[in-house]
């Protein structure tokens, strides 16, 4: 009985993993009267965190603004102007290409209303809108009802069927920490450029020299490496602070800050490659050697705040980067990247403290050093035309379209490997009998990949970058010149499509807007079925269509050896008259394809997710269990391969 209990537990617990309706946004409704005749009908909205509700405005072609639809059949009431909404964030969506308005926490929505009939006792209509985490997007289409006040409530406030458990608190501390490694190792590259490597034998020996013993010595070399790491996390924090944890995404994701950040980066390369030195004036530097003259703690958090100043014209470059980088992604990633970057250029002081015999085994200082300096200068030169390209893509100017991105690239690490083999000097360089071997090594590297960036003027998807160039389709050829379409078979013949049968581009892939036509094509050719739940406006399923769908064997999978069937949940197309009908499961209205879909995936599946993909025989019945979001090619090939033998 125990084991019969236990078996009975786990297909419980399984089938509530991936059988549940979502609901990350709650809505809470009230009238509220603001004259003899006047109404405000406010809407208040709770939102999960991790999920965004999106605004009433928004550009055509991305995501489903927030609308309220009011019925008035009775002209009892006029409104009066338009919803107005409480002040949403905004940020560029690199999936549709586009700033988007967004709120999350909590929205409030307010419509104001003109009563022409006292009798009116209630108000009831259609509350849509989108809701989407980083892996789902929810499409509900709610109905309300709203007493008047003074009059009984005939139904409960409206609830919106959204959301559901999200990644993002795993996802946003793998960003952190990826935030954190990255600013280490720019803060060790920082410390390999002749503004202040050099400083490291100087300052420990003179810590060492002056301490009256070596456990001081020890002890002044670290309290030196802590106020270093003070000084640099006290930045992050002072640029958190005076910008907002909210807002520096905001900042990096507008229009001008992107161009602001382009031009400042540019400046920061030309200053690497040798143009001129950026420093901070000189007065600066002599009121803090004052002080550090006086000894003692405070003294030496002088001298680690005159290293600062002194090495600006080699940090400031590196730490400005790093701050725009951190800034896309909000919170406290400006302050954990000051954090990684200091810490990489405190050790080597405490370290070379505690065994000041290490010091003889540093490499002289000389002509590497400004090496490293222009290696810099190249990397943030291609890395400024990343936030020129953001702004191109909001402003759909197509300017730097993926083709001349890719193009810029190739000259820019072209340009690098040409100096780091000797066939160019810049300003500070000093001359060159030889190329040492990692000298050589690195510049293989970085020849290596200016070839492998080639094929990307033809449409090579080039995958190691996938993050910075524009998107495929923002391109002069989306498909470019040359490039052959990916997976092969029986889908790519334009030529006799079955009944209901279409195309999706680009990899012309077979499938079916309706679900009926696409279960009778299966049977006929003798195929399993795969329903694919999506939106128009679904990020994540634009990326699996992207990411996933092209990779491994997973195309060839999709155009051979199933019938894919596209189900879009935020289709508005109205259904015929005969069509429509009541939803014996959530009791909604169900007047469009979208509702149709939708409470077909609700009813049938016990889910309300996108994407959602289902494999099922021809008695529709599931040969394997349903996925979500699987941005894993390894798995979601293997779940389709199980799928595959059980229908077999």
């Not at 993993?17 to 990350?24: F, T, V």
């Not at 050093?369 to 222009?374: E, I, M, P, S, Y």
């Not at 003798?526 to 679904?538: L, N, Q, R, S």
Request: proline share 5%; charged share 20%.
């Amino acid at each position: 009985m125990r084991k019969f209990l236990a078996t009975l537990l786990v297909l419980v617990i399984s089938f509530s993993a991936y059988s549940q309706i979502l609901e990350p946004v709650k809505w809470k409704n009230e009238v509220k009267k603001t004259g003899d005749d006047t109404y405000d009908v406010i809407f208040n909205a709770s939102i999960q965190e991790n999920w965004h509700l999106y605004s009433i405005e928004l550009p055509e072609g991305g995501p489903i603004p927030t609308a309220f639809e009011f019925l008035n059949d009775d002209k009892k009431f006029e409104l009066v102007g338009g919803v107005t909404e409480s002040k949403p964030h905004s940020g560029f969506d690199p999936i549709f290409e586009m700033d988007v308005s967004y709120h999350d926490i909590s929205a409030t929505f307010i419509q104001k209303i003109k009563v022409l009939d006292p009798s009116l006792d209630k108000l009831t209509g259609d509350l849509i809108f989108q809701t989407c985490d980083d892996e789902k997007c929810i499409f509900p289409m709610e109905t309300f009802e709203i007493a008047m006040p003074g009059a009984k409530a005939s139904a409960a406030d409206a609830d919106a069927n959204s959301g559901g458990d999200s990644d993002d608190d795993e996802g946003n501390s793998r960003g952190m920490w990826t935030i954190f490694i990255l600013a280490f190792f720019s803060g060790f590259a920082a410390l390999l450029t002749p503004c202040v490597f050099p400083m490291i034998p100087l300052t420990v020996s003179f810590f060492t020299k002056q301490s009256k013993s070596k456990a001081a010595g020890i002890k002044n070399a670290i309290l030196y490496g802590i106020f270093i790491i003070v000084i640099y996390v006290l930045l992050g924090t002072v640029v958190t602070w005076v910008f907002g944890a909210d807002a520096l995404n905001a900042l990096s994701t507008n229009v001008w800050f992107n161009i602001i950040f382009f031009i400042l980066l540019v400046v920061f390369a030309m200053s690497f490659l040798g143009a001129f030195e950026i420093v901070l004036p000189q007065s600066w530097a002599n009121k803090v050697d004052s002080k550090a003259d006086k000894g003692g703690i405070a003294g030496i958090f002088f001298m680690a705040l005159a290293l600062a100043i002194v090495s600006f014209s080699c940090t400031g470059p590196i730490v400005g980067t790093l701050l725009v980088e951190a800034a896309s992604n909000g919170g406290l990633a400006p302050i954990i990247g000051m954090l990684g970057f200091s810490l990489a250029i405190a050790l080597p002081f405490a370290l070379f403290a505690m065994f000041p015999g290490w010091l003889n085994s540093l490499p002289k200082s000389g002509g590497w050093l400004n090496t490293v300096k222009v290696v810099l200068g190249f990397l943030e030169l291609a890395l400024a035309f990343k936030f020129l390209s953001q702004a191109d893509l909001v402003l759909q100017l197509h300017w730097l379209e993926r083709e001349v991105f890719i193009a810029i690239w190739i000259a820019v690490f072209g340009t690098l490997a040409l100096y780091l083999f000797g066939k160019i000097k810049l300003p500070h360089d000093s001359p060159l009998q030889f190329i040492s071997v990692g000298r050589l090594m690195l510049g293989l590297v970085v020849l290596s990949f200016t070839v492998y960036l080639i094929p990307g003027l033809w449409g090579a998807p080039l995958n190691l970058i996938s993050a910075f160039p524009p998107p495929q389709e923002y391109s002069e050829s989306p498909y470019g010149v040359g490039y052959s379409k990916l997976g092969g078979g029986v889908a790519a013949d334009h030529s006799s499509l079955p009944d209901g049968g279409h195309l999706m581009a680009p990899h012309d892939i077979l499938h079916f807007y309706d679900y009926d036509k696409g279960v009778a094509y299966a049977k006929e050719v003798g195929k399993p079925v795969m329903i694919d739940f999506t939106g128009y406006a679904c990020v994540n399923c634009r990326k699996m269509e992207q990411n996933v769908w092209t990779k491994g064997d997973i195309l060839s999978i999709l155009k051979n050896e199933v019938v894919l069937i596209s189900l879009y949940v935020d289709e508005k197309k109205e259904l015929p008259e005969s069509e429509k009908y009541t939803s014996e499961e959530t009791g909604k209205k169900i007047k469009t394809y979208g509702n149709k879909w939708s409470d077909f995936q609700i009813t049938r599946y016990k889910a309300n997710a996108q994407p959602y993909y289902v494999l099922m025989g021809h008695d529709e019945s599931n040969l394997v269990k349903p996925v979500g979001y699987t941005p894993d090619v390894e798995e979601y090939q293997n779940w389709l391969r199980e799928g595959i033998k059980a229908f077999k």
